[in-house]
């Protein structure tokens, strides 16, 4: 009896193949054994508990914009698709619940519809998942305004590695019936489970963004001044220093974003400028310069074979950039707000990463490698030994058989 | 609630061990540090959720990270439970001990160890009151957001246990959103660092965020890195005063479906204001009004009466009699009076209080409070609702006696009704009171066997032993 076979005798009612096509795009090393497309928070189940008494590997997709797997044993694929929809929108509640396969943009259409909207601009944002927005957690450069994905995520419906089915946090903002499982999903990269439906906490559109934009040669040279807008009276909803930029023509420039009413934006922008003690270039958000620069930022790097991402403390922002020059990345985007640093090129050294995360460490940061080409890669800064003692408890009691298969991003 | 007798009792620890024991915490502490007395463990018979007390056997006060893993280590190492306190204003019965169990207060542990404004970071030990870290970073133009009502006597140390929440949530989050780093001592005495501002990267899943509202269950957090915002340029605050709790209702939901952000929303019933006009907390709210709403907004100056402007339209095309405004600083503390007292004066006037607290989606809030007041009725208790109106967030208070025993049953059947009715609207138990025990019985309202068991996993995986705080939480 085939694989395929054996999954229909067990599995009723859920649509498998063992046809690669879908999935090669992915380039996933070895192909998987079987591709299964739930359409209910019940199939998820019961497609991973057969996995796990199969003791198949499994791996979630949903648009596959962000699967980076390693193959290392027998997998198959589940794929999200089938749970797409919008399942509850109260828009006087500014909460939206949506299956793990249906697109960000989906989600933000509906929003924008009803003039509210979800507050994250990670790479590619529109292209993903909810089920992938969700599971990588990806900072947002909109992070200083909005904060962390992580804090607006309000539920989630999550299937562990045997099929049981968690349905964690809520529909309310504010909730604390029980400890917050909910928390290391969000971010856990699917060590924890399958996420099979979001429900995600929404904001007003703002009356008006405006984006200011101030140019300079190098990123270093703006870290200062992007820096010192950290601590000025108004916080903008965005602190980037990036470059070089195609849409300025290859210059660098630190990119602030405000949202408000027209009156108190116009205040914030003087504020602003009053602080710096000069003016800056001045574009509507809605603008095609403003949109063009926000989405190259927002998607930078995508065309580089090599990128690192690092976290670090704000002020300890300049020290590493400079390791970062010295080790030849330099094209970057920095969110001087929340000390996070994404850098990129075609090919480095990995004696230069190397370095650059020590670098990062010794200012009390860390780096991860998000994309590498070839097989040199350079290690990632390590969690802390009790970090990873209790991660591996938390992980072995969610995915007691180890089918769970973290993608990368 | 849950019956008193439903907590746990631990192992039985003879009044030699118990000396045995306290000797080696005093040699850790300080003599002065150890409580055994009986006159003097009676403060520590309950926190604020008064209906339960049990007395522990001791109470050690240590003073730094090392002790504290010295003293669980000891208490470990003879099995006995551990109950974490703050200043013990939790409304949970989070600090209720256990007979033979000891607390390990935080009360002596109130610096604050380091206040970084480049990074806008502060480091505190865990018994430094909430207040008294925004007033330490007031000169540096900064301050911590998460404000509960009893932000100036409960500790941090207790706001990461509970997730606290508090008035202005509704726009800047619970206290989850705050906590970037933890020093932790483990129920075996092991000091762990979890996250840290600046390693962000490092690392998958989030444990600062699975800690914080863990109740005491997880570990003792010693150390705690707040990230700290900008004061706001500028405050606007209203009061709405409304015929009735659906019209205030009504002008909530314009408020916030017309694109405003404000820094809080909150309701006083009829019940309420009736209290607080009738005691010392006198603030001037008409006693015949429905409702009075507390309108507050923060941030840029220049937009921040525009912002008042279209609040009080929403209030007045939703029946408003009357839109009070604040102009001054005092004025902005009158305003807020009615709304922040009314707690002290509801408890002037019954011999007890139930601070209930429930979350449901905002636009289910009309019709919930108008069962809530059937309860009431059903029951013959005096119900009196204050709330987070902005984020659904309930705190339905039961006046009774506890000296009537069919009083008590009647709350507690009351309760139980109230809760059931919360989630059957898509709500939950509890949004920013905790579990305790006063929740365990409710859990099964919220999650089911399956994920009970995943919690009592999840806390086994930080404490194997079940040591820290048992009898909370999970039922």
Same mark, same amino acid.
């Given at each position: 009896?085939?694989?395929?076979?054996?999954?229909?005798?067990?599995?009723?009612?859920?649509?498998?193949?063992?046809?690669?096509?879908?999935?090669?795009?992915?380039?996933?090393?070895?192909?998987?054994?079987?591709?299964?497309?739930?359409?209910?928070?019940?199939?998820?189940?019961?497609?991973?508990?057969?996995?796990?008494?199969?003791?198949?590997?499994?791996?979630?997709?949903?648009?596959? =914009?962000?699967?980076?797997?390693?193959?290392?044993?027998?997998?198959?694929?589940?794929?999200? =698709?089938?749970?797409?929809?919008?399942?509850?929108?109260?828009?006087?509640?500014?909460?939206?619940?949506?299956?793990?396969?249906?697109?960000?943009?989906?989600?933000?259409?509906?929003?924008?519809?009803?003039?509210?909207?979800?507050?994250?601009?990670?790479?590619?944002?529109?292209?993903? =998942?909810?089920?992938?927005?969700?599971?990588?957690?990806?900072?947002?450069?909109?992070?200083?305004?909005?904060?962390?994905?992580?804090?607006?995520?309000?539920?989630?419906?999550?299937?562990?590695?045997?099929?049981?089915?968690?349905?964690?946090?809520?529909?309310?903002?504010?909730?604390?019936?029980?400890?917050?499982?909910?928390?290391?999903?969000?971010?856990?990269?699917?060590?924890?489970?399958?996420?099979?439906?979001?429900?995600?906490?929404?904001?007003?559109?703002?009356?008006?963004?405006?984006?200011?934009?101030?140019?300079?040669?190098?990123?270093?040279?703006?870290?200062?001044?992007?820096?010192?807008?950290?601590?000025?009276?108004?916080?903008?909803?965005?602190?980037?220093?990036?470059?070089?930029?195609?849409?300025?023509?290859?210059?660098?420039?630190?990119?602030?974003?405000?949202?408000?009413?027209?009156?108190?934006?116009?205040?914030?922008?003087?504020?602003?400028?009053?602080?710096?003690?000069?003016?800056?270039?001045?574009?509507?958000?809605?603008?095609?310069?403003?949109?063009?620069?926000?989405?190259?930022?927002?998607?930078?790097?995508?065309?580089?074979?090599?990128?690192?991402?690092?976290?670090?403390?704000?002020?300890?922002?300049?020290?590493?950039?400079?390791?970062?020059?010295?080790?030849?990345?330099?094209?970057?985007?920095?969110?001087?707000?929340?000390?996070?640093?994404?850098?990129?090129?075609?090919?480095?050294?990995?004696?230069?990463?190397?370095?650059?995360?020590?670098?990062?460490?010794?200012?009390?940061?860390?780096?991860?490698?998000?994309?590498?080409?070839?097989?040199?890669?350079?290690?990632?800064?390590?969690?802390?030994?009790?970090?990873?003692?209790?991660?591996?408890?938390?992980?072995?009691?969610?995915?007691?058989?180890?089918?769970?298969?973290?993608?990368?991003? | 609630?849950?019956?008193?007798?439903?907590?746990?009792?631990?192992?039985?620890?003879?009044?030699?061990?118990?000396?045995?024991?306290?000797?080696?915490?005093?040699?850790?502490?300080?003599?002065?540090?150890?409580?055994?007395?009986?006159? +003097?463990?009676?403060?520590?018979?309950?926190?604020?959720?008064?209906?339960?007390?049990?007395?522990?056997?001791?109470?050690?006060?240590?003073?730094?990270?090392?002790?504290?893993?010295?003293?669980?280590?000891?208490?470990? !190492?003879?099995?006995?439970?551990?109950?974490?306190?703050?200043?013990?204003? !939790?409304?949970?019965?989070?600090?209720?001990?256990?007979?033979?169990?000891?607390?390990?207060?935080?009360?002596?542990?109130?610096?604050?160890?380091?206040?970084?404004?480049?990074?806008?970071?502060?480091?505190?030990?865990? !018994?430094?009151?909430?207040?008294?870290?925004?007033?330490?970073?007031?000169?540096?133009?900064?301050?911590?957001?998460?404000?509960?009502?009893?932000?100036?006597?409960?500790?941090?140390?207790?706001?990461?246990?509970?997730?606290?929440?508090?008035?202005?949530?509704?726009?800047?989050?619970?206290?989850?959103?705050?906590?970037?780093?933890?020093?932790?001592?483990?129920?075996?005495?092991?000091?762990? +660092?979890?996250?840290?501002?600046?390693?962000?990267?490092?690392?998958?899943?989030?444990?600062?965020?699975?800690?914080?509202?863990?109740?005491?269950?997880?570990?003792?957090?010693?150390?705690?890195?707040?990230?700290?915002?900008?004061?706001?340029?500028?405050?606007?605050?209203?009061?709405?005063?409304?015929?009735?709790?659906?019209?205030? !209702?009504?002008?909530?939901?314009?408020?916030?479906?017309?694109?405003?952000?404000?820094?809080?929303?909150?309701?006083?019933?009829?019940?309420?204001?009736?209290?607080?006009?009738?005691?010392?907390?006198?603030?001037?709210?008409?006693?015949?009004?429905?409702?009075?709403?507390?309108?507050?907004?923060?941030?840029?100056?220049?937009?921040?009466?525009?912002?008042?402007?279209?609040?009080?339209?929403?209030?007045?095309?939703?029946?408003?009699?009357?839109?009070?405004?604040?102009?001054?600083?005092?004025?902005?503390?009158?305003?807020?009076?009615?709304?922040?007292?009314?707690?002290?004066?509801?408890?002037?006037?019954?011999?007890?209080?139930?601070?209930?607290?429930?979350?449901?989606?905002?636009?289910?809030?009309?019709?919930?409070?108008?069962?809530?007041?059937?309860?009431?009725?059903?029951?013959?208790?005096?119900?009196?609702?204050?709330?987070?109106?902005?984020?659904?967030?309930?705190?339905?208070?039961?006046?009774?006696?506890?000296?009537?025993?069919?009083?008590?049953?009647?709350?507690?059947?009351?309760?139980?009704?109230?809760?059931?009715?919360?989630?059957?609207?898509?709500?939950?138990?509890?949004?920013?009171?905790?579990?305790?025990?006063?929740?365990?019985?409710?859990?099964?309202?919220?999650?089911?066997?399956?994920?009970?068991?995943?919690?009592?996993?999840?806390?086994?995986?930080?404490?194997?032993?079940?040591?820290?705080?048992?009898?909370?939480?999970?039922?």
């Amino acid at each position: 009896m085939t694989l395929l076979e054996r999954f229909r005798g067990a599995v009723s009612g859920v649509a498998a193949h063992d046809s690669f096509e879908a999935v090669g795009r992915l380039a996933l090393g070895e192909p998987p054994s079987l591709t299964a497309s739930p359409r209910s928070v019940e199939d998820v189940a019961a497609v991973m508990g057969w996995a796990a008494e199969e003791r198949l590997g499994v791996l979630p997709l949903g648009r596959g =914009s962000e699967v980076r797997p390693v193959a290392d044993g027998p997998f198959i694929v589940l794929e999200t =698709s089938g749970l797409s929809g919008i399942d509850e929108y109260q828009p006087a509640d500014l909460t939206i619940t949506a299956g793990a396969g249906a697109t960000f943009a989906s989600v933000d259409d509906a929003l924008r519809e009803n003039g509210q909207w979800a507050p994250f601009d990670p790479p590619r944002a529109r292209q993903r =998942s909810m089920g992938g927005f969700v599971s990588t957690a990806d900072h947002s450069p909109l992070w200083a305004g909005y904060g962390a994905l992580k804090n607006h995520v309000l539920g989630a419906t999550v299937v562990t590695g045997d099929g049981r089915i968690l349905r964690l946090g809520g529909k309310v903002v504010k909730n604390v019936a029980g400890y917050d499982l909910l928390r290391p999903v969000v971010g856990g990269r699917g060590r924890l489970g399958v996420v099979a439906s979001v429900c995600l906490r929404a904001f007003p559109v703002p009356a008006e963004e405006r984006v200011l934009v101030v140019k300079g040669d190098s990123a270093l040279d703006l870290i200062e001044r992007a820096l010192a807008v950290g601590v000025a009276p108004v916080l903008p909803v965005s602190i980037v220093v990036a470059g070089p930029l195609m849409t300025l023509e290859g210059r660098s420039a630190m990119v602030l974003r405000l949202h408000g009413a027209g009156s108190t934006v116009d205040a914030d922008q003087a504020t602003i400028e009053q602080h710096l003690g000069s003016s800056s270039d001045v574009f509507d958000g809605a603008s095609g310069t403003a949109q063009s620069l926000l989405e190259e930022i927002r998607d930078f790097g995508g065309r580089e074979a090599c990128r690192v991402e690092l976290s670090v403390l704000p002020s300890r922002v300049g020290e590493v950039l400079r390791a970062a020059g010295a080790a030849g990345l330099r094209s970057l985007v920095i969110d001087t707000y929340a000390g996070r640093i994404r850098a990129a090129a075609d090919r480095l050294d990995p004696t230069d990463v190397d370095a650059l995360r020590l670098a990062a460490e010794e200012a009390g940061g860390a780096l991860r490698v998000l994309d590498w080409a070839g097989s040199d890669r350079p290690s990632d800064t390590p969690c802390r030994a009790a970090e990873v003692r209790l991660s591996e408890r938390l992980v072995s009691i969610f995915d007691p058989g180890g089918v769970l298969w973290p993608t990368r991003s | 609630m849950a019956a008193p007798h439903d907590v746990r009792v631990s192992s039985l620890m003879n009044q030699t061990l118990v000396e045995t024991v306290a000797d080696r915490l005093r040699a850790i502490v300080g003599t002065e540090h150890v409580i055994t007395h009986p006159d +003097r463990l009676v403060a520590y018979e309950s926190d604020g959720l008064t209906a339960y007390r049990v007395a522990p056997r001791a109470v050690v006060l240590p003073e730094t990270t090392d002790q504290v893993s010295k003293v669980l280590s000891v208490l470990h !190492g003879e099995g006995v439970d551990v109950i974490p306190r703050g200043a013990g204003t !939790g409304l949970s019965g989070g600090a209720l001990p256990t007979p033979d169990g000891v607390i390990v207060g935080t009360a002596r542990m109130n610096r604050i160890l380091s206040i970084d404004t480049k990074n806008r970071l502060a480091t505190v030990q865990p !018994g430094l009151i909430n207040a008294r870290l925004t007033e330490a970073t007031a000169p540096y133009g900064l301050y911590y957001a998460p404000d509960p009502s009893s932000q100036s006597a409960c500790t941090l140390g207790g706001n990461v246990a509970e997730n606290s929440g508090g008035p202005h949530c509704l726009k800047y989050g619970v206290t989850a959103r705050y906590v970037t780093g933890l020093t932790v001592v483990m129920a075996d005495g092991e000091v762990v +660092r979890l996250g840290g501002a600046g390693r962000e990267v490092a690392g998958d899943l989030d444990l600062v965020g699975l800690f914080v509202g863990s109740e005491g269950c997880f570990g003792i957090a010693t150390e705690i890195e707040v990230r700290l915002l900008p004061i706001a340029e500028g405050i606007r605050t209203l009061l709405g005063i409304f015929d009735s709790m659906e019209a205030a !209702g009504h002008a909530v939901t314009d408020i916030m479906a017309s694109g405003l952000m404000p820094a809080a929303v909150e309701i006083v019933d009829h019940a309420t204001i009736v209290a607080v006009e009738a005691s010392v907390f006198a603030a001037g709210y008409p006693t015949d009004a429905g409702a009075a709403l507390v309108i507050e907004f923060d941030g840029t100056e220049a937009g921040l009466d525009a912002d008042a402007d279209r609040a009080e339209q929403c209030c007045l095309a939703a029946g408003a009699r009357e839109v009070r405004r604040a102009t001054s600083e005092e004025e902005r503390l009158g305003l807020w009076k009615g709304r922040k007292k009314a707690f002290g004066a509801m408890g002037r006037i019954a011999p007890d209080l139930l601070v209930q607290d429930a979350t449901v989606p905002r636009t289910r809030l009309p019709e919930v409070l108008a069962r809530i007041a059937k309860i009431g009725d059903e029951y013959d208790l005096k119900i009196a609702n204050v709330f987070h109106a902005g984020d659904g967030n309930l705190h339905p208070n039961i006046l009774f006696d506890r000296q009537n025993p069919d009083e008590l049953d009647r709350v507690e059947k009351a309760s139980r009704e109230i809760m059931e009715l919360c989630v059957s609207v898509g709500g939950t138990i509890t949004g920013e009171h905790g579990v305790g025990v006063d929740k365990r019985g409710y859990m099964p309202l919220v999650h089911n066997a399956v994920e009970l068991e995943m919690l009592r996993r999840v806390r086994w995986v930080f404490d194997p032993h079940g040591n820290l705080n048992p009898g909370k939480v999970v039922p």
